[in-house]
């Protein structure tokens, strides 16, 4: 590895049975906030996103709508799952998709690698599979003869196909997560994969026959490639997996891998915490230094999914609340790694308490006062203020529970900043001050240190919200009179009296407007 390793984070790829819904941008806005603020810190940052493409499930859905599933996949991608990561302004590097001829090509080679070195054999598999998940069953996983998860009848598959010998990793994968707890968090996911390694994990299926919408197995192409062993290669081959070091690719690969984290729905963590580390373990290539797996919305205390007419629409909820509070709520609302309900009620009271009056009056009450006391220009600098050292303590916090994936921690950090400034203004009563000419340089340092405030929360806030901060950033003439916020760093926004006297205040646009009533 060398010293200036991107840090790489992946959302796992994205079935096209269907259009997006609040549970997939869940994982995907999370994904977005953590790498804007590793970026923010001044990292070399390498965010991936994609979609998963092959298998039983997206085929059936393209046939049922009278497509073929490449031109179903396109269609999907094109006009649902890239324009809504758009609308939700997520900045990810590269967007993947799992029948690009890049990731098929290192598909075929990493399995036939594994095949030379005596990982692979044939042998019968017979046993139920649910489409829904993708997945191989046990009889005890199963209710009623169907899946828990999606409620619908397994299917029962009976094959000559490929085997990968996932058992003899198994000793090795216990070491891993006993010793080294963080590359497995939160505890409780960690504690449920160790307790299925040690109930004992059979060798694993890796191709099908029956049907033809995957990767040819390169040595048998009447066989395609299971689905979940070629999505799970999506993370090292969009990164250049196996190629030559010297070329552009091997170079990317270097430069990235190995992955720092896997976020994924807890549905898909022993996938990613058994299946994956052990087909990079058998290719002797590091595996990613951390899974973490959040928890599920979940609507009526079921698992939002679309198949159970449950999924919500990201656009419901932005058209109505706007595209940086849906960021926000999610993430302050349920603590990362638990399950939680999606209420219209709450998002309306937060948004309400919390988005408009808490920072989106502070900074409209500011630029107003600065606007009518002092000529729209921002008052001297101040050495200090009582506000500085709990910024300073804000910072630190922040930092540390956005870096530990608690973004709940992080962003009541953050809000509890803006609390304080508001109340900071409130004893002040700069509108008090104001009617007493003796007091001017009171009432400017009142407003400076104000002002200073709204300057370091633009910049917190950045990553969670980008469009509103930039607004206020903009309002504060900070664009100008310190340069663009993307370029502002962590590190630096405690450092007391950045913005300089008579940077021009704008009263801009409010930052969150009365919600309409519905
Ligand atoms: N294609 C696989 C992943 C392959 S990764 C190599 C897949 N796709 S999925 O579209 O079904 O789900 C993708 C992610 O969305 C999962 O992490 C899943 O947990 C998440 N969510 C789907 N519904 C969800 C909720 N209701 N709530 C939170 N996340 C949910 O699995």
């Given at each position: 590895?060398?010293?200036?390793?991107?840090?790489?984070?992946?959302?796992?790829?994205?079935?096209?049975?269907?259009?997006?819904?609040?549970?997939?941008?869940?994982?995907?806005?999370?994904?977005?906030?953590?790498?804007?603020?590793?970026?923010?810190?001044?990292?070399?940052?390498?965010?991936?996103?994609?979609?998963?493409?092959?298998?039983q499930k997206v085929m059936n859905t393209a046939e049922k709508n009278g497509s073929t599933p490449q031109a179903w996949c396109d269609r999907l991608v094109e006009e649902e799952w890239k324009p809504n990561w758009h609308h939700l302004n997520i900045a990810n590097d590269d967007f993947i998709r799992t029948t690009e001829e890049r990731h098929m090509v290192r598909v075929q080679n990493f399995l036939q690698g594994l095949k030379d070195q005596g990982f692979i054999y044939s042998a019968k598999y017979e046993g139920p599979y649910?489409?829904?998940?993708?997945?191989?069953?046990?009889?005890?996983?199963?209710?009623?003869?169907?899946?828990?998860?999606?409620?619908?009848?397994?299917?029962?598959?009976?094959?000559?196909?490929?085997?990968?010998?996932?058992?003899?990793?198994?000793?090795?994968?216990?070491?891993?997560?006993?010793?080294?707890?963080?590359?497995?968090?939160?505890?409780?996911?960690?504690?449920?994969?160790?307790?299925?390694?040690?109930?004992?994990?059979?060798?694993?299926?890796?191709?099908?026959?029956?049907?033809?919408?995957?990767?040819?197995?390169?040595?048998?192409?009447?066989?395609?490639?299971?689905?979940?062993?070629?999505?799970?290669?999506?993370?090292?081959?969009?990164?250049?997996?196996?190629?030559?070091?010297?070329?552009?690719?091997?170079?990317?690969?270097?430069?990235?891998?190995?992955?720092?984290?896997?976020?994924?729905?807890?549905?898909?963590?022993?996938?990613?915490?058994?299946?994956?580390?052990?087909?990079?373990?058998?290719?002797?290539?590091?595996?990613?230094?951390?899974?973490?797996?959040?928890?599920?919305?979940?609507?009526?205390?079921?698992?939002?999914?679309?198949?159970?007419?449950?999924?919500?629409?990201?656009?419901?909820?932005?058209?109505?609340?706007?595209?940086?509070?849906f960021r926000y709520y999610f993430l302050r609302a349920i603590p990362f790694g638990t399950d939680g309900s999606f209420s219209w009620e709450d998002m309306g009271a937060r948004y309400t308490s919390e988005l408009a009056n808490d920072f989106g009056n502070l900074a409209s009450r500011l630029t107003a006062m600065i606007e009518k006391y002092c000529g729209g220009l921002i008052p001297a600098p101040t050495q200090s203020s009582t506000l500085a050292p709990t910024l300073a303590a804000t910072v630190t916090a922040a930092d540390?529970?956005?870096?530990?994936?608690?973004?709940?921690?992080?962003?009541?950090?953050?809000?509890?900043?803006?609390?304080?400034?508001?109340?900071?203004?409130?004893?002040?009563?700069?509108?008090?001050?104001?009617?007493?000419?003796?007091?001017?340089?009171?009432?400017?340092?009142?407003?400076?240190?104000?002002?200073?405030?709204?300057?370091?929360?633009?910049?917190?806030?950045?990553?969670?919200?980008?469009?509103?901060?930039?607004?206020?950033?903009?309002?504060?003439?900070?664009?100008?009179?310190?340069?663009?916020?993307?370029?502002?760093?962590?590190?630096?926004?405690?450092?007391?009296?950045?913005?300089?006297?008579?940077?021009?205040?704008?009263?801009?646009?409010?930052?969150?407007?009365?919600?309409?009533?519905?």
């Open positions: 590895m060398s010293a200036t390793k991107d840090f790489y984070l992946s959302t796992p790829i994205y079935y096209v049975n269907d259009a997006p819904h609040i549970g997939h941008a869940y994982t995907t806005v999370a994904g977005d906030v953590l790498t804007r603020w590793h970026r923010q810190k001044g990292e070399g940052v390498w965010f991936l996103t994609g979609t998963d493409e092959h298998g649910c489409i829904g998940c993708e997945e191989f069953k046990l009889p005890g996983d199963l209710v009623n003869n169907a899946c828990p998860v999606h409620s619908i009848p397994v299917e029962m598959v009976s094959e000559e196909n490929w085997f990968f010998k996932l058992s003899a990793f198994v000793p090795q994968l216990i070491e891993r997560y006993r010793n080294h707890p963080e590359t497995c968090e939160p505890a409780s996911a960690r504690n449920e994969v160790l307790s299925f390694l040690e109930g004992g994990v059979t060798d694993l299926s890796i191709s099908r026959s029956t049907f033809d919408w995957g990767i040819p197995v390169p040595w048998d192409t009447k066989q395609v490639i299971y689905v979940w062993f070629d999505a799970l290669l999506n993370y090292a081959t969009a990164v250049g997996l196996g190629d030559d070091p010297d070329s552009e690719g091997g170079k990317k690969f270097a430069k990235t891998w190995p992955a720092d984290v896997h976020l994924v729905g807890k549905d898909i963590l022993r996938f990613h915490a058994v299946i994956w580390p052990a087909m990079l373990m058998a290719a002797g290539i590091d595996v990613p230094k951390k899974i973490f797996a959040h928890g599920w919305l979940l609507v009526g205390g079921e698992k939002m999914s679309k198949s159970k007419l449950t999924g919500i629409a990201p656009r419901d909820i932005t058209d109505h609340f706007g595209v940086d509070a540390a529970a956005i870096c530990a994936l608690d973004f709940q921690g992080g962003i009541n950090s953050i809000m509890e900043f803006c609390k304080r400034v508001n109340g900071y203004v409130t004893e002040n009563e700069p509108w008090a001050i104001a009617k007493d000419d003796s007091r001017k340089a009171e009432l400017e340092d009142v407003l400076y240190n104000t002002a200073e405030s709204l300057r370091a929360l633009a910049v917190l806030l950045h990553p969670i919200m980008p469009e509103t901060s930039e607004k206020l950033w903009f309002s504060l003439g900070a664009d100008i009179s310190i340069g663009e916020i993307s370029a502002q760093r962590i590190s630096d926004v405690a450092n007391w009296g950045q913005l300089p006297e008579g940077s021009a205040v704008t009263k801009g646009a409010v930052l969150f407007p009365r919600l309409e009533e519905k």
